[in-house]
């Protein structure tokens, strides 16, 4: 039975008044005659004490308690109260943040009391300390440990389950941490609520994952815990959520006062980038930009290599890509601006993130702005331009699936640029997705082309055997046409013939008839038919895309050669002045002397003969003029 001195004691305790409690049973144990149960009693009431102490002083000085729970059990080791007050001593130990005496206590829990309840929470205390220490590996071997004691209570299990979650989410597993916390709410929620550290991991988890509970539960959390550590990572996303849900004034004005309280950290940084775009989110002006610009540059800068920059990046990315956006619609600029985008070089950046959703938010809007940017190179012909910033910024490709056309663009300008090996894995790529449709059948047509700009010896057999197999296809005029460049390439001019009779230039794409002809043309002069060739040339110059130019040159040398020489000084006459040079004026002499001007002919070639800069044009000139000489002698014998 308790005596009177012990109880006064405890009511002094249960009171709430642990110094009166302490006093009190120090005075007994000094000054009056006590038994040893009196004694044993007195020192539990005062490790008791000292702890309520600690515990109303935030364990800020723990000193006293930790010394009266030793000198309790160093007195008593058997006593009954002895695991308890082992348990308080771990305990005060990791509240007051010395990790390592906790470890150190909750062994000597694990050594000397084997009951399953006590092991435990002291397995369960060392999982916590490890996870905050994010030893992941070693709180997971303390849970295992904790679940060799349960046996078949459903609700302990269920609190193995919540910390290994934790420990999941550290390892990066979260699919695997969300399904744990998620059950384990579903059937105990007051589990993962009563406990900061797991209420705020499974709001971040189901804020990543796009829950619609995740806003009811992090208010929840910020009414219960506002105080805790773990707040200001909620109260962030409590603030994008709002901001998401278009209360910008509310989001504002949360992401302002933990950008203030928070100022030194991660959240505070983040709270501040968020709030500088939710401030900016309308502007366009580079000029109004400019300070938040100036401001995400600074942040970016002296947070290198770190999710902070990662932000700030995308934040500059979407700033720039603003105001690059307004300058081209202002000032209906080319698109020559965008090929050093500041826009394109942040999103490939913050692309990179390790953030998930930083990365995600990134490539998805520069992959846009890339193909936006891309397009308009193409369709300027910017070829060279367009390839460097398709090989600088892989990291913003869209989608194959969201940019066939643009890939099919790109394997364009690199066969033009002679790039035929990534040319050619670009668009065997996009020619194995689309086999069976009408893209497929235009990727051929350019893998034709590259074959025949790269002369491969097997170019014809490839193409052939494609359209064995593809009897039906309408671009087979296309395909045929090409087929006939690459048998002139490889000197088989008769062949080259018979291919083009198979095709029509009015089956033909208006862009692809200026090869058409051209390579009619040269078939037709490779078998000396001149009259041919100079009708081709004729119908190259008329084509888009033509080189009018060569086209009126070649089709009055053919004339020329075919003997017609008053069709060929015609067509020489429309000759521009700035490319009337020494073989100009050899060919209209000659075409003079056998078209009735015999005396301006010979002029013009003995005007020829005597400039230094005609070269072997002025030796066929006086050629020309001896035969010319020679057969006028000739006609007078006669």
């Not at 009171?15 to 009166?20: A, C, D, K």
């Not at 006293?64 to 030793?70: E, G, N």
């Not at 900016?280 to 902070?308: G, H």
């Not at 910017?382 to 490709?397: G, S």
Request: glycine share 4%.
């Amino acid at each position: 039975m308790e005596s009177e001195r012990v109880r006064t004691v405890r009511i002094f305790l249960n009171n709430g008044n642990p110094v009166q409690a302490v006093r009190t049973a120090e005075k007994v144990l000094k000054s009056q005659k006590v038994t040893r149960d009196e004694r044993q009693e007195l020192l539990n009431l005062i490790a008791d004490a000292e702890i309520m102490r600690a515990t109303h002083k935030h364990f800020e000085n723990i000193s006293l308690a930790v010394r009266a729970i030793d000198a309790s059990l160093k007195e008593f080791p058997e006593n009954p109260q002895a695991s308890e007050l082992r348990w308080q001593k771990a305990w005060l130990r990791w509240k007051a943040g010395d990790d390592k005496k906790a470890v150190t206590a909750a062994r000597e829990i694990i050594t000397k009391d084997q009951q399953p309840q006590n092991l435990r929470r002291a397995w369960l205390l060392m999982a916590r300390i490890h996870i905050e220490q994010e030893q992941f590996a070693y709180a997971r071997s303390d849970l295992l440990q904790y679940s060799l004691q349960i046996g078949s209570d459903s609700y302990r299990q269920a609190i193995g389950m919540a910390w290994m979650g934790i420990v999941d989410q550290g390892e990066k597993r979260p699919e695997v941490a969300y399904k744990s916390l998620q059950g384990v709410h579903k059937n105990w929620p007051e589990i993962i609520t009563d406990e900061p550290i797991l209420y705020a991991n499974f709001i971040q988890l189901l804020h990543e994952n796009g829950n619609n509970k995740t806003l009811q539960l992090s208010e929840d959390f910020i009414r219960r815990y506002i105080r805790t550590i773990q707040a200001p990572a909620v109260r962030l996303i409590h603030a994008d959520i709002i901001a998401d849900n278009n209360k910008t004034a509310a989001a504002i004005k949360e992401y302002g006062i933990l950008a203030a309280n928070q100022a030194e950290t991660t959240i505070g940084r983040k709270a501040f980038i968020r709030k500088l775009m939710l401030e900016f989110k309308d502007e366009t002006e580079k000029e109004k930009l400019l300070p938040a610009m100036v401001s995400l540059k600074k942040i970016a800068d002296s947070n290198q290599l770190s999710l902070i920059e990662d932000e700030a990046m995308l934040g500059l990315a979407r700033f720039w890509a603003r105001i690059e956006q307004t300058s081209l619609a202002a000032e209906k600029e080319s698109g020559e601006g965008r090929a050093d985008s500041p826009a394109l070089h942040a999103y490939a950046r913050a692309a990179t993130s390790a953030d998930r959703r930083i990365a995600q938010r990134a490539q998805k809007e520069g992959a846009v702005w890339l193909q936006a940017s891309l397009n308009t190179m193409l369709k300027q012909e910017q070829w060279l331009k367009a390839v460097t910033i398709w090989k600088q910024y892989p990291q913003l490709r869209p989608k194959l699936r969201l940019s066939q056309e643009l890939r099919l663009g790109i394997g364009h300008a690199m066969r033009l640029l002679m790039l035929f090996d990534g040319a050619e894995k670009l668009l065997t790529d996009l020619y194995k997705r689309n086999k069976a449709s009408i893209r497929g059948q235009r990727v051929m047509v350019e893998l034709s082309k590259l074959w025949m700009d790269r002369q491969d010896s097997d170019g014809v057999e490839k193409v052939m055997r494609w359209l064995n197999r593809n009897e039906f296809t309408i671009y087979r005029p296309e395909i045929l046409a090409v087929v006939a460049r690459m048998q002139i390439n490889q000197k088989q001019a008769q062949a080259a013939r018979q291919t083009l009779n198979a095709v029509r230039a009015s089956d033909l794409a208006l862009e692809s008839r200026a090869n058409f002809w051209l390579t009619s043309a040269e078939v037709s002069a490779t078998l000396g038919q001149w009259h041919t060739a100079a009708k081709a040339w004729g119908n190259y110059r008329l084509s888009q895309g033509a080189n009018a130019r060569m086209g009126l040159l070649n089709q009055a040398k053919s004339l020329f050669t075919a003997r017609e020489y008053a069709q060929a000084r015609k067509l020489y006459m429309e000759t521009p002045e700035e490319d009337r040079d020494g073989a100009w004026e050899y060919y209209v002499g000659v075409c003079q002397i056998h078209s009735g001007e015999t005396q301006q002919g010979e002029q013009r070639l003995q005007a020829l003969t005597l400039r230094k800069d005609a070269g072997t044009y002025a030796a066929l000139a006086k050629l020309a003029l001896a035969d010319q000489q020679a057969g006028q002698l000739l006609g007078e014998k006669q």
